[in-house]
């Protein structure tokens, strides 16, 4: 039997593996290996499955001469990955009208009918496939429900139940393995990760029974707490029952520790119950993991059928993989590994309750991860207000603009039809923590009427409270149930191991001192994006940036700046003093400038009353700055160059920023970037300026300071021009989230509207907003790290866009050799580790 290809006893030296025969088969051979007490048990390949799939059984004869004549038996499914599922398992094959009899003898009539019931039924449903409502009328107990069960099996299938062990047994594997390879279950694996040819291999297992005389039952225990990852026994256990019945929500189920609010395992049992626990500990050690223990008592006797890795949330499985590696069970390294990256995003916001019912409404792009709950208002000035009035809302907006982002602040998560997942809001959204759901285009939004209407037709009004769920992209009626973030020493731990580990920094992207702050708390290692527009939006300098717009002369625009300068000043000392001599990336103006204009006519008339101008010399002032594509038209570095008051103010708040930081903290070394640069000569004629104002405030302190200029590469001709530009820079910054625009000619606000059918269709193989397009836009970061390196062999590269806080455009920075990556502050930790198990994955590979 050993030496079958096709079936395999599991003993200490059988042939069994993972990749061969699943993860339930390798697991039930080390518990044999470490002499617990393992039911007989028989393991059939994936490639046995596959055949049987086909109709081509292995002699199942041999199978069942493995056990003894009377014994009853259970097949149990044994994926390579256990998240990937499974048909159910079969219990108690090998029932029959002469074995109840004979158990009847010897457990009593009551405990056989039991099983052999419960056998009939699940042949019937998941074998034979008959719709479970036949056993309804059932009514009897005992023998007489057993009576009854077999006459309904009989007169809906026209044939007798099924006598023999052998048929039994190849009809319950053969009905198995086509439920594996049903394009049904094919699917949902693969929506869990799995490829489309995973195998699957099935373990046929001596029944011990749980009923009958003396002290019968079956449990489950754990050592910690699936929710925590706090050492706690956990677990039930149900007297006369078999498989996972205790889990089920019998009243009649037992606690494992002697608890007061009712009878445990330990009062009943108290050897069994130290038994089990010692076979757990053994358990944790030797296979190096927290494992549920699924065991069974026949007549007193504990047996171990199974062992799974513990079901975990994300804070307990941060916690579980810490404390495996302080109590020396697993190395630091590996810790690492055992944490999904991704997996840290729940760990940083509020999420729905995952058992919590959900009363869907409408969905879309999951843009900003957490979840919250508010009444619905439909502008930011009505954000505000309920802010103030400490009432939470969720901002509902056709897409949002810069003049949305108070008004984001306010609310407790936005909600917008159109957009992306590097659209304004998801941006903003990721920046800030804030939930955010975009391009819910099967919704209906009304926003004069105020309304937003559901697929099915209800009607949502100003007022209503809603749920949005920015990690799924779900939008629920009403409130749903909440957990909480979770950031303890369990995490802050693993963070610090995954610093020691990583080789290659991860900045923040921060345009306020509450982002930087936030950046700080997660120990990202500087800021490598300060977006310096977003402070211009507050309401007492939106005004002024109104004016300078409108001032017809250089003297003028100076004179308005001047106003600007002392906030734009405390905005960087702020943000210096906060990250305390960590690097500050700091980029120029960079937004054409009629996005700071009213385009309403209530704000140009409150605009012509702030200025003393006739209305009518605002709106046509407006209209004429109007762009038919903004994105390509004058802002950035053209603005620098055409109306270079703006970046010499900028330049000047920088600077003085520096010197009153550096006196009272760390040394600051400003880092200046220039956005949408093209060509070498923007960055002279800004370069030239800016070094101008910089010896002016050397003068007028009577100090000295450093800083360095840099470049944000995100037009395809900056990359392609790298080698000439680099010898005028310090740094080049790619921002991704342009150049992947301008290399696709896509607008990111828009794509959403498609991208799930390009997806889909094969037309592409990911969202290139999401995740780095390293064929296209890859292979222009590449070339022009490549050239910028060539050309100043010191220049730091770095990527400042949305792709920096996803790990597989991580990977991609550190195979160019960037320095760092730069991400949103709520995505620094994801960042964190996923480098450093990039580096840990080099180092085994080694």
């Known amino acids: 039997m050993q030496n079958n290809p096709d079936t395999t006893l599991i003993t200490q030296t059988a042939p069994v593996a993972t990749a061969t025969h699943g993860g339930r088969a390798k697991c039930l051979q080390r518990l044999v290996r470490l002499d617990l007490p393992v039911p007989r048990t028989v393991a059939l390949s994936f490639e046995t499955v596959h055949r049987i799939a086909q109709d081509k059984l292995p002699d199942v004869g041999s199978v069942v001469d493995q056990f003894d004549r009377d014994a009853l038996l259970c097949v149990r499914p044994s994926s390579q990955d256990p998240d990937w599922g499974g048909p159910g398992a079969v219990l108690n094959i090998g029932m029959n009208d002469a074995r109840f009899e004979r158990f009847c003898d010897s ?24 719709d479970p409502d036949m056993f309804d009328d059932v009514t009897g107990e005992g023998r007489s429900a057993l009576e009854e069960t077999l006459r309904a099996y009989e007169d809906e299938t026209e044939e007798r139940f099924p006598q023999l062990r052998r048929i039994q047994l190849a009809a319950v594997l053969r009905s198995m393995a086509r439920a594996w390879e049903g394009t049904s279950a094919r699917l949902l694996r693969q929506a869990k990760g799995a490829p489309a040819d995973a195998g699957l291999g099935l373990v046929v297992q001596e029944m011990i029974f749980g009923v009958g005389a003396g002290r019968c039952g079956s449990g489950v225990l754990q050592l910690v707490d699936s929710d925590t990852g706090a050492p706690q026994v956990t677990g039930r256990y ?34 069994a119950f130290e038994t089990l626990k010692a076979h757990a500990s053994l358990m944790r050690v030797r296979l190096r993991e927290e494992m549920q223990v699924e065991f069974a008592i026949d007549n007193g006797t504990l047996h171990i059928l199974d062992g ?20 020396g069970i697993i190395p630091r390294e590996e810790a690492l590994m055992r944490v999904p990256s991704r997996l840290l995003t729940e760990l940083l916001h509020r999420q729905i ?34 802010h103030s009035r400490n009432e939470p809302c969720i901002l509902v907006r056709r897409e ?30 990721r920046g800030i923590g804030l939930p955010c759901v975009v391009g819910a285009s099967n919704m209906q939004f009304d926003l004069v009427a105020k309304t937003i209407t559901a697929g099915d037709g209800r009607v949502f009004h100003a007022g209503d409270e809603i749920t949005v769920d920015g ?12 957990q909480e973030a979770a950031l303890d020493d369990y995490f802050r731990k693993l963070m610090d191991w995954a610093d020691a580990a990583a080789d290659i920094g991860i900045r923040a992207n921060a345009d306020t001192p509450a982002d930087a702050q936030t950046a700080r708390n997660f120990n990202a290692h500087g800021i490598g994006l300060c977006r310096t527009e977003h402070m211009f939006f507050d309401p007492g300098r939106l005004t002024v940036m109104r004016e300078m717009i409108f001032a017809d002369t250089s003297d003028g625009r100076r004179a308005v700046l001047e106003r600007l300068l002392p906030m734009q000043r405390d905005d960087f000392v702020q943000l210096f003093r906060i990250m305390q001599g960590q690097p500050v990336t700091i980029r120029l103006f960079d937004p054409p400038l009629h996005e700071f204009l009213p385009a309403d006519k209530n704000g140009q008339r409150e605009l012509a009353e702030a200025l003393g101008l006739p209305r009518s010399d605002v709106t046509r002032r407006i209209e004429a700055m109007g762009e038919y594509n903004p994105m390509l038209g004058l802002r950035g570095v053209r603005l620098g160059v055409t109306v270079p008051e703006i970046y010499e103010m900028q330049a000047r708040a920088i600077f003085e920023a520096t010197v009153e930081a550096s006196r009272d903290g760390d040394p600051v070394v400003p880092e200046i970037m220039i956005p949408l640069v093209s060509a070498k000569r923007e960055v002279e004629l800004v ?33 392609l021009r790298a080698g000439e530009i680099a010898p005028h820079c310090a740094f080049l910054s790619f921002g991704t989230n342009d150049l992947t625009q301008m290399t696709y000619g896509l607008s990111r606000d828009d794509a959403g509207r498609f991208m799930s059918d390009y997806v889909q269709q094969g037309v592409f193989s990911e969202d290139p907003f999401h995740t780095l397009d390293y064929e296209g836009v890859g292979e222009l970061v590449k070339l022009g790290a490549e050239r910028g390196r060539a050309a100043q062999p010191g220049v730091t590269l770095s990527v400042c866009g949305e792709h920096g806080g996803n790990p597989e455009s991580i990977a991609f920075c550190r195979q160019v050799g960037f320095d ?14 996923a480098a450093a198990q990039l580096a840990i994955s080099d180092r085994i590979g080694e």
Do not use: W
């Open 820 to 833: 760092y990556v730069s991400c949103s502050p709520f995505r620094v930790p994801v960042a964190r580790l």
């Open 687 to 719: 370069k030239v300026a800016i070094d101008a104002v910089a010896a002016a405030v050397r003068t007028a302190h009577e100090t000295d300071f450093t800083y360095r200029l840099g470049v944000m590469v995100e037009t395809p001709r900056a990359a």
């Open 353 to 386: 309750d995952p058992s919590a019912p959900r009363d869907v409404i409408g969905h879309g792009i999951a843009a900003s991860p957490g979840a919250a709950t508010g009444k619905l208002v439909f502008d930011g000035a009505e954000a505000q207000a309920a």
């Open 107 to 130: 457990m009593g009539e009551t405990a056989a009918a039991q099983i052999y019931t419960r056998f009939i039924q699940s042949y019937a449903i998941n074998v034979m496939r008959l």
């Open 471 to 482: 990690s799924t992209g779900q939008v629920l009626a009403g409130a749903a149930e909440m």
């Open 308 to 327: 799974v890795r513990v079901a975990r949330s994300s804070r307990a499985a941060v916690r579980i993989a810490v404390t495996l590696a302080e109590d």
């Open 400 to 429: 949002t603009s810069s003049e949305d982002v108070r008004g984001m602040h306010a609310a407790h998560a936005v909600l917008t039809e159109r957009g992306g997942i590097t659209s304004h809001a998801a941006v903003i959204g």
């Open 238 to 271: 149900l007297a006369q029952s078999q498989g996972r019945d205790a889990l089920e929500g019998d009243e009649d189920a037992l606690y494992l520790v002697c608890d007061p609010r009712g009878p445990s395992l330990e009062d009943a049992l108290p050897d």
